[in-house]
């Protein structure tokens, strides 16, 4: 009986880790519209986004808070998005989300570049603020046997939950909306990264 208690005991702890991780999607509530109007692509709807995780990409929430300029949030949780991580109490919408979160080359949440001259994994995701409020961010690391290496973090407060990335060339493409006009373009010159807003 005690042999039968000891093995119920170690599959119980195999299998709370998996769980665990799993937890996080979905965590973007997509609100259909009060009078349940169909006009409004589903990530220019109301989102409730709640992150609760501890690591990014390999990524210590630690790590990024000491890479974070002197004057911007703290985070206290964070989560990368997912095909996975956006749901709806709406049929309609969640038909919706399905259709569009994956592009033709893949995820439309991470991409990989050589922007640095090296191969970097961009992330992007939602961390809650540890003053409060929840915003998008966009994560480069570059990726190890050793443990993945933190290049560059940028949170973008005032944005809605929605966020999604693309590597063109030497170019990351960020954007917070889908079939639009407007991106944030971050390019990697003489040691330094730098942004420019595109309207085409």
Excluded at 81 to 88: D, H, K, N, R, V
Aim: aromatic letters at 8%.
């Amino acid at each position: 009986m005690s042999l039968a208690r000891n093995l119920a005991a170690v599959l119980l702890l195999a299998v709370l880790p998996a769980t665990q991780a799993a937890a996080a999607d979905p965590f973007v509530t997509v609100s259909p519209t009060a009078d349940g109007s169909t006009g409004l692509a589903w990530w220019l709807l109301d989102m409730n986004s709640r992150p609760k995780g501890t690591t990014v990409a390999g990524i210590t929430l630690a790590q990024i808070n000491a890479a974070l300029g002197a004057g911007e949030p703290r985070w206290c949780a964070a989560d990368v998005l997912t095909p996975a991580s956006f749901t709806s109490p709406d049929p309609a919408v969640r038909a919706e989300i399905a259709q569009s979160v994956t592009g033709p080359a893949g995820s439309i949440f991470s991409a990989t570049t050589r922007m640095t001259g090296v191969p970097l994994t961009a992330v992007v995701g939602n961390y809650l603020a540890c003053d409060g409020g929840v915003a998008p961010f966009v994560l480069l690391v570059q990726p190890a046997a050793t443990g993945a290496t933190l290049v560059y973090v940028r949170g973008y407060f005032g944005w809605t939950p929605f966020i999604a990335v693309r590597a063109d060339a030497n170019r990351l493409i960020v954007s917070s909306c889908l079939e639009c006009d407007h991106a944030e373009i971050l390019t990697y010159r003489a040691g330094r990264f730098s942004w420019r807003s595109e309207n085409p």
